[in-house]
């Protein structure tokens, strides 16, 4: 699925399905999740013990209509070498992350 990022004051974000965090098994009250970035790739997964591992971005979901909202700021998109103005990204579910790259 491809979608457009939104600009939030001096970061992005990304709006996410409530479906896929449903299929994460993502607590809707808390809404904790890990973020992990690696070859232009952002991995998101339910956050586990949040201080077991602080390699890990660490972020809550903001409630957005049906579904949720990440909020990224520049140097995340940086690392995912995605401009938000001119680029969208693509979201899909493997398992139990949800993964958001650079559309093609």
Same mark, same amino acid.
Do not use: C
């Given at each position: 699925?491809?979608?457009?990022?939104?600009?939030?004051?001096?970061?992005?974000?990304?709006?996410?399905?409530? $479906?896929?965090?449903?299929?994460?098994?993502?607590?809707?009250?808390? +809404? +904790?999740?890990? $973020?992990?970035?690696?070859?232009?790739?952002?991995?998101i997964t339910k956050a586990?013990?949040?201080?077991? =591992?602080?390699?890990?971005?660490?972020?809550?979901?903001?409630? +957005? %209509?049906? %579904?949720?909202?990440?909020?990224?700021?520049?140097?995340?998109?940086?690392?995912?070498?995605?401009?938000?103005? =001119?680029?969208?990204?693509?979201?899909?579910?493997?398992? @139990?992350?949800?993964?958001?790259?650079?559309? @093609?």
């Open positions: 699925m491809n979608k457009n990022l939104t600009v939030n004051g001096n970061s992005w974000i990304i709006y996410i399905n409530k $479906l896929f965090t449903e299929m994460l098994g993502i607590n809707p009250d808390e +809404r +904790r999740v890990e $973020l992990n970035i690696k070859k232009n790739i952002l991995y586990s013990n949040i201080h077991a =591992k602080k390699n890990l971005i660490h972020k809550q979901l903001i409630k +957005r %209509g049906g %579904g949720y909202g990440l909020v990224l700021s520049k140097p995340i998109l940086g690392l995912l070498n995605i401009n938000p103005e =001119k680029d969208s990204v693509e979201i899909s579910v493997e398992e @139990n992350t949800i993964i958001v790259k650079k559309a @093609n």
